[in-house]
């Protein structure tokens, strides 16, 4: 995955992202749902917590999003490789403060996770306040990718030679 325009449309696309952050004990990765929208990454959580408090110590973060496809047999190394696109960002994190834009970002939030024509109703200002969004801004980023070629081939669930 050589174009940045690759890696976007990666992040645009997938659910989950995970975030890595530094804390006294050392690393803390956790999975979060999250929005890239206009070259950020945004996610929400609790004001409070373990990620939270690694945020305000250290905004250094990183944040990884990947596809994994499936299990393919090829002629090389050991002879099974995986299918995947993967793209790490490195950046900045910092609170969204601004409600009207707390409020913008949850609502696009809620929009990239239902069905286009299902009935959101409108967010309460309690829970917006009670709710940390975080902007990610990126700094650097790199994709990775072993796609389908010729040379591969699908192991099918229940094909010969499967679990020998």
Not at 9 to 26: D, F, S, Y
């Amino acid at each position: 995955m050589s174009s940045a325009r690759e890696m976007e449309r990666l992040l645009e696309r997938m659910p989950v992202g995970r975030l890595a952050v530094t804390t006294p004990e050392g690393p803390y990765a956790v999975a979060v749902n999250y929005l890239f929208w206009e070259g950020s990454i945004y996610f929400h959580g609790a004001l409070s917590g373990r990620k939270m408090e690694a945020l305000r110590a250290d905004s250094r973060v990183c944040f990884l999003v990947d596809e994994v496809g499936p299990q393919v047999l090829w002629e090389r190394g050991c002879g099974i490789s995986q299918i995947y696109r993967s793209v790490v960002c490195f950046g900045r994190a910092e609170l969204v403060e601004s409600p009207e834009e707390k409020k913008d970002i949850l609502e696009r939030m809620v929009r990239k996770y239902v069905p286009p024509d299902y009935p959101v109703s409108p967010m309460k200002d309690q829970n917006i306040e009670n709710t940390a969004v975080v902007r990610i801004v990126i700094e650097s980023m790199s994709g990775k990718a072993n796609d389908l070629s010729p040379s591969l081939h699908t192991v099918l669930p229940g094909s010969p030679g499967e679990g020998e």
